[in-house]
């Protein structure tokens, strides 16, 4: 039995962080600065920190500047508020993002909205966002544009390819959608009220997998030689006890089926950071006139 080829998003990664490189270097020659990203976060969510610190170091082996901005998870959100605006003033930052979960009390649709949407690398303004569905030049989520990089190495062309996205979260499954609409696919959504949910995936040709549901997917839910992109990540422990990370996919049964899948770590997580990388180039060559860096 033949199994899926590996869509190998590390190596993917590696190549879009050298040439972030390589555009930042080109820009600090130009503006006499490192372009700079500033991340906040709130509180002390322990995958969040995990995030931050990848994030800065990314930064630093692209030749980015990183400001790692820390608040008390008390913090109210009018202080959060003030401090978003500082940011937005500061002309060091090319990049804003503010580190998903907030806290409880904290509104996150008034918070993202406070981002100026210039500096909004993340693309979760409702400006970007409402571009983004136009058609029209924008900032684009990392995770969604990591997805679509990840199936432009296995479909040359991905017009009229049946995709079903598993997930309708802001930061995944409704960007991804409206990206897979901008290459022609035929899309379909998939949530929590969906009936029938594997019958819809077997008839697609790409399922992305964005749920947060530990291995919902099954292979008897793919068709044969489809693509599958496995957007989740959870923790888990394999028989020893030993900690290890799973997705959305049941990779076992998946790669049995699938002509080609994403492995979970190593497939959609790096591909989010290089994006994040790109998206801050593109910042800063926008605050300033300059072309768009090609990605």
Same mark, same amino acid.
């Given at each position: 039995?033949?199994?899926?080829?590996? @869509?190998?998003?590390? +190596?993917?990664?590696?190549?879009?962080?050298?040439?972030?490189?390589?555009?930042?270097?080109?820009?600090?020659?130009?503006?006499? !600065?490192?372009?700079?990203?500033?991340?906040?976060?709130?509180?002390?969510?322990?995958?969040?920190?995990?995030?931050?610190?990848?994030?800065?170091?990314?930064?630093?082996?692209?030749?980015?500047?990183? *400001?790692?901005?820390?608040?008390?998870?008390? &913090?109210?959100?009018?202080?959060?508020?003030?401090?978003?605006?500082?940011?937005?003033?500061?002309?060091? %930052?090319?990049?804003?993002?503010?580190? %998903?979960?907030?806290?409880? =009390?904290?509104?996150?649709?008034?918070?993202?909205?406070?981002?100026?949407?210039?500096?909004?690398?993340?693309? *979760? =303004?409702?400006?970007?966002?409402?571009?983004?569905?136009?058609?029209?030049?924008?900032?684009?989520?990392?995770?969604?544009?990591?997805? $679509?990089?990840?199936?432009?190495?296995? =479909?040359?062309?991905? +017009?009229?390819?049946?995709?079903?996205? $598993?997930?309708?979260?802001?930061?995944?499954?409704?960007?991804?959608?409206?990206?897979?609409?901008?290459?022609?696919?035929?899309?379909?959504? &998939? =949530?929590?009220?969906?009936?029938?949910?594997?019958?819809?995936?077997?008839?697609?040709? &790409?399922? @992305?997998?964005?749920?947060?549901?530990?291995?919902?997917?099954?292979?008897?839910?793919?068709?044969?030689?489809?693509?599958? @992109?496995?957007?989740?990540?959870?923790?888990?422990?394999?028989?020893?006890?030993?900690?290890? %990370?799973?997705?959305?996919?049941?990779? /076992?049964?998946?790669?049995?089926?699938?002509? !080609? $899948?994403? /492995?979970?770590?190593?497939?959609?997580?790096?591909?989010?950071?290089?994006?994040?990388?790109?998206?801050?180039?593109?910042?800063?060559?926008?605050?300033?006139?300059?072309?768009? /860096?090609? *990605?």
């Amino acid at each position: 039995m033949q199994l899926a080829t590996l @869509i190998d998003g590390a +190596a993917l990664a590696a190549a879009l962080r050298r040439r972030a490189a390589e555009v930042a270097a080109r820009l600090r020659s130009e503006i006499g !600065a490192a372009p700079g990203l500033a991340t906040v976060l709130v509180g002390e969510h322990p995958a969040s920190q995990v995030y931050v610190r990848a994030k800065a170091r990314a930064c630093d082996g692209s030749g980015l500047s990183a *400001f790692d901005i820390r608040l008390p998870g008390g &913090i109210s959100e009018a202080r959060l508020l003030g401090e978003i605006e500082q940011l937005n003033r500061d002309d060091r %930052l090319d990049g804003v993002l503010v580190q %998903l979960p907030l806290p409880r =009390h904290i509104d996150p649709h008034q918070v993202l909205g406070a981002i100026d949407p210039a500096k909004d690398v993340d693309g *979760f =303004h409702p400006v970007n966002v409402g571009r983004l569905w136009s058609g029209l030049p924008t900032m684009v989520p990392s995770t969604p544009q990591g997805c $679509i990089r990840l199936l432009r190495s296995v =479909h040359a062309d991905l +017009a009229g390819l049946g995709a079903v996205v $598993i997930g309708r979260s802001n930061i995944v499954g409704k960007p991804l959608a409206g990206l897979l609409l901008q290459v022609d696919c035929t899309v379909t959504v &998939i =949530h929590s009220k969906t009936r029938d949910a594997g019958e819809i995936c077997r008839g697609a040709d &790409i399922v @992305i997998a964005a749920a947060g549901q530990p291995g919902m997917v099954k292979g008897n839910w793919i068709k044969p030689g489809a693509t599958v @992109i496995d957007v989740g990540i959870s923790p888990a422990s394999n028989p020893e006890g030993r900690a290890r %990370l799973i997705g959305d996919v049941d990779f /076992p049964s998946v790669s049995k089926v699938a002509g !080609a $899948i994403t /492995p979970v770590p190593g497939g959609v997580g790096p591909m989010t950071i290089a994006c994040l990388l790109a998206n801050t180039l593109r910042a800063a060559c926008r605050r300033r006139g300059i072309a768009d /860096p090609a *990605f």
